[in-house]
């Protein structure tokens, strides 16, 4: 973790950020389309009673699945990230969700 002195306090470091486009050609685990390893993540998610998939971001990111979103607990990140992991592979798999903390 860097450590920001005092004259950098309030500054915003650039970030890079390298996006791969995703093609016609792109292939996730076992050689399987990422369109339909997606279209498969999503009717499962939702044949388990997912309610939380109204929030979540599925995306292709060259052979990658990458699920982003917000949901209510941990159990759900798990629950996703086990579902997703079963069809996809954890190789090809790439989460970006938070849970939601309630007081």
Known sequence: MEQASQDEVGKVKERAMILIPPS???RGAHGVDVKSLISSVKTTLLAEGAKETESLCFRALGDLVVIEGTVNSRADVERIRRIAERIVGA????LWISCLVSS
Do not use: F, I
């Not at 190789?91 to 790439?94: E, P």
């Open 24 to 26: 016609s050609e792109c």
């Open 91 to 94: 190789d090809h798999l790439v």
